[in-house]
């Protein structure tokens, strides 16, 4: 909406862009006339488009090209800070719009109704406006240039970064785990660094990082009382997927509830420690996917949380491992009143009657059998663990 008013404006007061700046910088005084809160184009000493360009009638500063056509995607209110207009000075401009008769001699390739296509015509050069710096040599520089800052589908676009939807999501449970879980760690009113997740995670001050394809970034909080994903821990991304996500001992990340079953779907994760929290619950078998050597406590560790048995086969029980087991619920105790009785048995032919989708903590309780299913077989089994009667 802003900068369809910017051009609707521009169209008003006559202007008509040129790579000359000083002689639209003066059109546009010209025009005004003497009012107040004009677009004044700010030009070099030299005549040339400054590369960011404001309006403080509007609060909005953009990105131009040496032609002074906006730059897409660029504009910000400044209330926000300024657009980085340096890695800009090869931007795209949509072609669309723009007539180059019609020749058919390749004039090279541009971005055309929203994707990068060969471009024809008879000259580059329109109306004393040169389009050639919006043309490319090849299909791949012109999607270089022209996607530079967009994201492909699946992933989501944060502080100018490419982040997997599914990794980031996969963060995000484990934060929501955390504050579901509304463990009581003892914390007092002035203790700003007590809570799951760990509240200082959210400060300006804090000293967690990610790494983004090698940069480390010292990733400022936002600082809104609530832990965000990229706030977690210590991490690192590679061409948008998590590889990386460190929030052990000695990081104090404070992590509480269960881990989230769609563990297996971090397929680039290299190294997942999370020991030296207060996850509980079951661990998915699912983990035993993930690209890490799961023997291997620098690349893989879970231990001294409070997970309960049986553990996936790749786990071994090591000497770093160890975990504190006396909240564990007994297979068989559906309802979590520490007792198995008629109550389960009655929950359990619930689920099966009305085929709920159960959760994996809650199937891992009520599939007594383990087969993966619940059916009659699991009745007999919780009845004959009641009875107290050996299979």
Known sequence: MNKFIIYILFILFGFT??????????????????????????CTNDCNWESTQCWSSTGYCWCVDQNGFE??????????????????????????????????????????????????GCDSIIDNVDYSSY???????????CY???????????????????????????????????????????????GSPNPSMDSVDSWMWVTVDGEYYNWVPNGNGIVDPLELGIQEWENGRLTSIMCGAYIYCQLSGPIPEEINELTSLRTFRLEGNYLSGYI????????????????????????????????????????YTSECYEFGDINYDLMINIQDIILLISFIINNTQLDFQELTLSDINYDDTLNVLDIIEITNIILGVDN
């Open 135 to 145: 043309l490319f040599n090849s299909m791949e520089e012109c999607e270089q240039n």
């Open 284 to 323: 998915p078998d699912t983990v035993c996917e993930l690209d890490s050597n799961h023997n291997d406590y620098l690349e893989f560790d879970l231990s001294w949380n409070k997970l309960c048995p049986p553990y996936p086969y790749c786990i071994e029980a090591t000497d770093f491992w160890g975990q």
């Open 17 to 42: 862009l040129s790579n000359d700046c000083c002689m639209e910088q003066e059109i546009a005084i010209s025009d005004c006339d003497g009012m107040t809160g004009c677009f004044i184009p700010q």
């Open 71 to 120: 730059i897409e995607g660029s504009s910000i209110p400044s209330w926000q800070g300024y657009p980085d207009c340096e890695d800009n000075n090869e931007g795209c401009y949509d072609l669309i719009d723009i007539q180059f008769g019609a020749c058919e001699m390749l004039l090279g390739i541009g971005l055309y109704n929203g994707s990068c296509n060969y471009i024809s």
């Open 148 to 194: 530079l800052d967009e994201c492909n589908d699946g992933f989501i676009e944060i502080n100018d970064f490419c982040f997997h939807e599914g990794d980031y999501s996969f963060i995000q449970k484990l934060i929501n785990n955390s504050y579901a879980s509304q463990i009581d760690l003892g914390c007092e009113d002035w203790d700003s660094y007590c």
